[in-house]
Each structure stands twice: as structure tokens, then as C-alpha cells.
């Protein structure tokens, strides 16, 4: 009853939360309330015991994804342009659609019910011999970098892919503007405040993001969480010491290069197994105990999409960071 | 235990408390500098309450631990957080309503 009573108002929060993003005009409010809406759903993930997906909500969605976007207005506008056209269709096409999926959520089997067709197929599986096959407490970390290790490759290539794209929009130049002569200006390190917060701050969460690494396998986490946070700590950094001094910690090159070297450890773990005659991906070619290839494995390949994760968000970030102070020169 | 336990429910309903209060500021108070002030009830007082009740609940275990860091995290952070804003909200010339201050300053010339 009370947990019902936590469901309701958590999305009846997130419905209202989202009527407020429809009507906003100011996009400053809107990526506020994106925030909140992640916020939201974090918590409905844990009420739901899906503790790592709401880790990774609350440090993607909260985080990390509202500064990209506050970054990304402060390229562009902060207003929206009027509409002056009123899409009657598409609001029709919305609606049918809406009232479609609605009508379609009414033939599905009430929710946490153990005969829903979703618990029946591979996950009885995963809950009874996860442990035995792989040795590793959190079941969610086996299925992601062990049973399904070919996905999440997927996952890690659209990260990487679209870091390439957001560097393709921003015109990356090579890195010879880096030794222009104007320096970037780091408005935030005259204050002694922020400079002394954050300089506490981010030793701890270099090392939470090291713990989040490397505990994924005991407990909530894993390599994009821990990149993410990871990212986190340089892009404070950045922000209030500036991308010069930024830039002495690591160059754009580096992190070029640690953005596909993540990936490349991650196939390159696939592609070990297929030589020593197993399947892709398959870590029992890495030992001969079935455990330990596991454990090995598992951190071979989380420590590759931690590695992409956090040189992608950083890479991003400066890029805006640098492209910000060039059109403000301009 | 009993009365860690009623000191914990305390703690926890005097937080929300103060989470309430400090919401009701926020929607109430008239501009930026006064919302401040209520958001700042809520991080400090309603949530340091929260957690400290939740840690009333915990045994010695590595949950209090948990507890204590969260708690000085937001102890750092939420100051640092005002500052920011304030010294954000003074640079875009953010005015406070002076209604209520205009009528203090002419009583204080008054004595």
C-alpha cells in the first residue's frame, strides 16, 4: 500500500515535471527541469530496487547531461523562438499514438508479476546460475559485461561514436590553437571559495569514481558509472581552474587517444578469445579456471568503458569549453 | 534502543519539517536573495536532520559510515552552493524587492 502510495506520487511528480517542459519557452528552466526529471526517476529506480540503473541516472541524467546542455545554451540561445504555426496533425498523431500505447499497456501482466512473460525467458536463468557461472556478487554486472559483453560493446561504440560527432559539429581543429597567445579566461578561480571547495572535493572523487570501477562487481556500479564520474571531477577541474591548467592535466590528443583506446581494450579482450579458438567475447580463453577468465574478463572490459566514458564526456566538455572562450574573443 | 529510536523518528519528522518550511519559503518569499535563505533550511537543517535520523537507525555498520560522509558532503558543498548562487544572482544585478526594506530604512531614519 504505501509503496503504491510512492509509485503514484513519484509519477504524478514526473508527469507535472514534464507538462512544465512542454510549456517552458525558457530553455535554462527546461534543462532545470530535466534535471529534476532524472532526479525523479532515480528515485523511482530504487524504489523499484534497480540500483544500478538509478547510479546511472542519477550520474548521467542528473549530472553529467545537464551540463552538457547548459554548455550547450550557453553556445547557443537561452530563449526559444515563438511557434508560429499550430501542428494540429501532429498533436492528432500524438494523441492516436499516446491512446494506442495506452490501450496496448492494458493486455500486459501487472507489474512485478513473477508469470510475466519478461521474468520467464532468460532471467530465471540469470537469478539461479549467474553466480555459479560467473563468480560475481552483482548480478546486474555479470549480465551486462559477461552474458550480454556483445551489447554493451554496442553501447560503448554509440558513446564514442557520438563523441566523434559532437567534435565533428564543433569543427575540431587541430591542436596548434592551443598555443595562441590569449589565454582562456578561468572566471571562477578568483574566488577562494570554489578554488578551496573544490580542490577538497576532487581527490575524493577521483577515488569514488576508482571504488565505483572496481567495486562493480560486489555491489552497485560499474565502468560507465565510474567514468562518468570520473569526468565529473576533471570537468570541475575546468570550470573553475580553467581549460589552460585543464589542459596541462591532460591534452586533447590524450584523450582522443583514450577514447578509442577504451574501446579498443574492450574488442581487443573479444578478439583474444576468437584467436585462442573460442567464441567472441568469451572469457573462459582468458584462464584456465572458469572464475578467475571470468573476473578477468568482466574488469578487462569494464575498465574499457570506463576508460571511453570518461575521456568521451571530458573531451565533449572542453570542446564546448574551448569553443565558448573562442566566441567570446570573437 | 527504544530511545535511539524515538530519538530517530525526532530527527526524521523535525527534518521533514524543515524541508516543508523551506518549500513553502521558496514558493512564498517575494525575490531571489529570501528563496535563498529557504533553500538553504532545506540543505543544511532538513537534510542534516534527515540523515542524522537515519543514522540513529543504523548500527555500527558501514550504512553509518555512508551516512557521516553524505552528511559532510552536503555540510561542504551546500555552503560553497549558496555562495555561488549569490555571487552569480549580485553579478547579473539581481535586485531584492525592497519593499519591506524601504519601510524599515524610513523607521530606523524616523528614531
Not at chain 1, 33 to 41: D, F, K, R, T
Not at chain 1, 78 to 85: C, G, I, L, Q, V
Not at chain 1, 127 to 135: A, C, K, N, P, Y
Request: overall charge neutral; hydrophobic content about 55%; some cysteine.
Amino acid at each position: 500500500m504505501s509503496l503504491a502510495f510512492i509509485h503514484i506520487s513519484i509519477l504524478c511528480f514526473l508527469l507535472v515535471t514534464v507538462l512544465a517542459i512542454v510549456r517552458m519557452r525558457d530553455l535554462l528552466a527546461v534543462v532545470m527541469l530535466l534535471s529534476i526529471y532524472s532526479l525523479l526517476s532515480a528515485c523511482f529506480f530504487v524504489v523499484m530496487d534497480a540500483v544500478d540503473v538509478a547510479f546511472t541516472e542519477a550520474a548521467v541524467g542528473i549530472g553529467i547531461s545537464t551540463l552538457l546542455l547548459l554548455s550547450t545554451l550557453a553556445l547557443t540561445k537561452r530563449f526559444e523562438r515563438p511557434h508560429r504555426t499550430e501542428p494540429v496533425l501532429a498533436l492528432f498523431l500524438v494523441l492516436t499514438t499516446g491512446a494506442l500505447l495506452v490501450y496496448g499497456t492494458l493486455q500486459m501482466p501487472p507489474f512485478g508479476s513473477a508469470s510475466a512473460p519478461a521474468h520467464q525467458h532468460v532471467a530465471a536463468y540469470y537469478i539461479e546460475q549467474s553466480f555459479l557461472d560467473t563468480g560475481i556478487a552483482n548480478m546486474v554486472t555479470s549480465v551486462l559485461a559477461s552474458y550480454r559483453g556483445y551489447d554493451t560493446l554496442g553501447e560503448l561504440m554509440v558513446i564514442f561514436t557520438a563523441g566523434i560527432g559532437v567534435l565533428a559539429l564543433l569543427e575540431l581543429k587541430t591542436d596548434t590553437k592551443v598555443s595562441r597567445k590569449t589565454e582562456i579566461p578561468a572566471p571562477m578561480a578568483a574566488h577562494h571559495i570554489l578554488r578551496i571547495v573544490s580542490k577538497m572535493l576532487i581527490p575524493f572523487i577521483l577515488m569514488f569514481a576508482l571504488y565505483v570501477q572496481f567495486h562493480g562487481d560486489f555491489g552497485p556500479g560499474g565502468g560507465f558509472q565510474a567514468g562518468v564520474i570520473f569526468s565529473s571531477a576533471i570537468v570541475l577541474y575546468t570550470m573553475v581552474f580553467g581549460l589552460d591548467a585543464a589542459l596541462k592535466v591532460i591534452s586533447f590528443a590524450w584523450l582522443r587517444f583514450f577514447a578509442a583506446l577504451g574501446g579498443l581494450v574492450f574488442g581487443a579482450t573479444g578478439v583474444l578469445a576468437l584467436v585462442s579458438g573460442k567464441n567472441f567475447l568469451d572469457y573462459h580463453a582468458l584462464a584456465e579456471d572458469p572464475i578467475r577468465a571470468q573476473h578477468l574478463g568482466v574488469l578487462l572490459v569494464e575498465v574499457g568503458v570506463g576508460i571511453t566514458v570518461a575521456a568521451v564526456i571530458i573531451l565533449v566538455f572542453m570542446s564546448f569549453t574551448r569553443q565558448m572562450a573562442e566566441n567570446g574573443k570573437a | 534502543m527504544d530511545i535511539l529510536y524515538l530519538l530517530s523518528l525526532l530527527c526524521l519528522s523535525l527534518g521533514c519539517l524543515c524541508n516543508l518550511i523551506a518549500g513553502i519559503g521558496i514558493i512564498r518569499f517575494p525575490d531571489f536573495y529570501s528563496r535563498m535563505h529557504a533553500a538553504g533550511i532545506s540543505d543544511v537543517t532538513g537534510a542534516g536532520l534527515i540523515l542524522i535520523g537515519l543514522m540513529l537507525q543504523s548500527d555500527w555498520s558501514t550504512t553509518l559510515s555512508k551516512l557521516i560522509l553524505i552528511l559532510l558532503f552536503t555540510l561542504l558543498t551546500s555552503p560553497t552552493i549558496s555562495y555561488t548562487l549569490a555571487n552569480t544572482a549580485v553579478k547579473a544585478k539581481y535586485k531584492a524587492k525592497a519593499k519591506d526594506n524601504s519601510k524599515w530604512q524610513k523607521d530606523m531614519e524616523a528614531k
